[in-house]
């Protein structure tokens, strides 16, 4: 079943924080998050993997949390090269391997 | 070639033709996915291939969709009698290994139009 992602849309201003979840009804070994710009690849921004580890990068981190099912992705001081569609997959605990099953994404826009 | 690698980028048919579509995927990458992006749709698993193993089919929508992969390298997908439903953006992606820490590193994708 598909992750659920909230909110659907979100615009900020430059310098504005954000956060963006990721809910799943099953249970979790992973979580990947990727940003896609309009017309270009999904591109990877970082994994989650199974043990409610925080990670970053740059100004961009996340959290996990496998009890919960769920994961967070943390935007602080957006800046304009943010803007896109951020969609969260999740890959389960048992088989599948990366096989990963993606939410419907969340549309973020940075503005001036 | 640098990266992962998907022709035609775009693919105009008519309802009721077979298409096929092709992703090279980068050098070495052992696992190979297909997924499918309907317009503000989130991404769609369709098949995926690892090595020499059985590749794992159970996202195919209908039997209308196979894919092969052919010396572990070049994969192809192809969508028989086409439909109108079928349009969308192919995303071929490939990893190093389809293990959960593997990032996905994406092509470009197929945009076929089904008239």
């Known amino acids: 079943q598909q992750p659920v992602q909230s909110p659907q849309a979100v615009i900020l201003r430059e310098g504005e924080d954000a956060v963006i979840n990721c809910s799943s009804s099953?249970?979790?070994?992973?979580v990947h998050w990727y940003r896609q710009k309009h017309g270009e690849a999904p591109v990877f921004l970082m994994i989650?993997?199974?043990?409610?580890e925080q990670k970053g990068h740059d100004k961009i981190s996340a959290s996990f949390n496998e009890k919960k099912q769920q994961s967070s992705l943390y935007l602080t001081a957006s800046q304009l090269s943010y803007s896109g569609t951020y969609f969260c997959?999740?890959?389960?605990?048992?088989?599948?391997?990366?096989?990963?099953?993606f939410g419907t994404g969340t549309q973020l826009k940075v503005e001036l | 070639g640098a990266g992962v690698s998907q022709s035609p980028s775009n693919k105009v048919t008519e309802k009721g033709k077979d298409v096929e579509l092709r992703c090279d995927p980068i050098?070495?990458?052992?696992?190979l996915y297909w997924y499918r992006q309907s317009l503000g749709q989130g991404l769609e698993f369709l098949i995926y291939?690892?090595?020499?193993?059985?590749?794992?089919k159970s996202g195919l929508p209908s039997d209308r969709f196979s894919a092969e992969r052919t010396g572990g390298s070049v994969s192809t997908l192809t969508i028989q009698r086409t439909q109108q439903e079928d349009s969308a953006v192919y995303l071929c992606?490939?990893?190093?290994?389809?293990?959960?820490?593997?990032?996905?590193?994406f092509g470009s994708g197929t945009q076929l139009s089904v008239l």
């Open positions: 992606a490939s990893s190093v290994r389809s293990s959960h820490n593997e990032k996905l590193f």
């Open positions: 099953k249970a979790l070994y992973s």
């Open positions: 989650l993997l199974k043990g409610g």
């Open positions: 997959g999740t890959g389960p605990i048992t088989g599948g391997g990366n096989k990963l099953t």
């Open positions: 050098s070495g990458h052992t696992a």
């Open positions: 291939f690892q090595g020499n193993s059985a590749p794992d």
